[in-house]
């Protein structure tokens, strides 16, 4: 039953039910459509932790945006998830901005750079400064994201350091992450530039080397005795580091 139950959620996958980080707002107000981070042109998932490219992805639309976004510490910041560059693939489009099957958490890492708009994403050192996996109603991060079209949004912490930073967005797929090799990663990343009064960068990740393939949060059944993906009945563990606390 439970293993009927994950073929079927993953078969979707097989063509190109993914998805893509392409915009960013800051209390509300959207940036617009590739402004201000690396965008990815293709809405594959990284599979192997330890890719070279999971820190924030490879293969950019060009041109790489320039901008820095300017934000404050305590800022509400979001990101838009879209199945393809432009949002929906077609009209009715039941896989954006992301197949309802990839079940799994959604999650933002920072990493202190001396210029946003031209550091390289390989050795940085990441912190974590928001996650959202499951909840106690079986509903995951992913959902949520779906339901605000896409958008995922958390309050950047008021003791972040100022300064220039990339900002990571992941989204983690569980559906087939019962094998090995089996969980999907979505990320890329955002130029920003923080002000306050902060004096914090939290303790740092490297990407890849944050995730090993058999942690308990990528390694994992999601799905419950009737194979509905609400949890396996112990509490969905968010792999990387805990997060930043102010
Ligand atoms: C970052 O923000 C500070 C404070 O507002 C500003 O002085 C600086 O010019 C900004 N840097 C960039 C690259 O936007
Ligand atoms: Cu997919």
């Known amino acids: 039953m439970r293993f009927f139950a994950v073929v079927v959620a993953c078969l979707p996958a097989l063509s190109s039910a993914h998805t893509i980080a392409q915009r960013v707002r800051v209390n509300g107000n959207d940036n617009g459509e590739l402004v201000g981070l690396r965008v990815p042109n293709s809405n594959n998932p990284i599979t192997n932790v330890n890719d ?21 510490a305590g800022d509400k910041i979001g990101v838009q ?30 990493a202190k750079v001396d210029n946003a708009a031209t550091a390289q994403p390989s050795g940085q050192k990441w912190f ?10 079986g509903t995951w991060g992913v959902d949520r994201m779906i339901s605000a079209g896409g958008w995922v949004d958390f309050t950047l912490p008021t003791c972040v350091a100022p300064g220039q930073y990339l900002l990571r967005a992941e989204i983690i797929a569980l559906h087939s992450a019962t094998k090995a090799g089996g969980a ?36 994992v059944s999601i799905y419950d005795a009737q194979g509905n993906p609400k949890g396996n009945g112990s509490p969905y563990k968010i792999p990387g580091p805990a997060k930043l606390t102010c």
Not at 52 to 72: E, H, L, M, Q, W
Not at 91 to 101: L, R, T, V, Y
């Open 52 to 72: 070279g490219s999971i820190a924030c992805n490879s293969g950019y639309r060009t041109p790489v945006s320039s901008k820095v976004i300017d934000v404050k």
């Open 128 to 137: 974590k400064v928001s996650e959202d996996g499951l909840d106690g109603s």
């Open 81 to 110: 998830w879209g199945h393809v560059i432009g949002g929906a693939q077609s009209a009715n489009d039941a896989d954006h901005p992301i197949a309802k099957s990839h079940k799994g958490p959604t999650i933002f890492y920072l």
């Open 184 to 219: 999907q990663f979505y990320m890329g990343c955002a130029q920003i530039n923080v002000s306050g009064s902060g004096t914090k960068t939290g303790s740092t990740v490297s990407f890849p080397g944050a995730y090993q393939a058999n942690d308990a949060g990528i390694l």
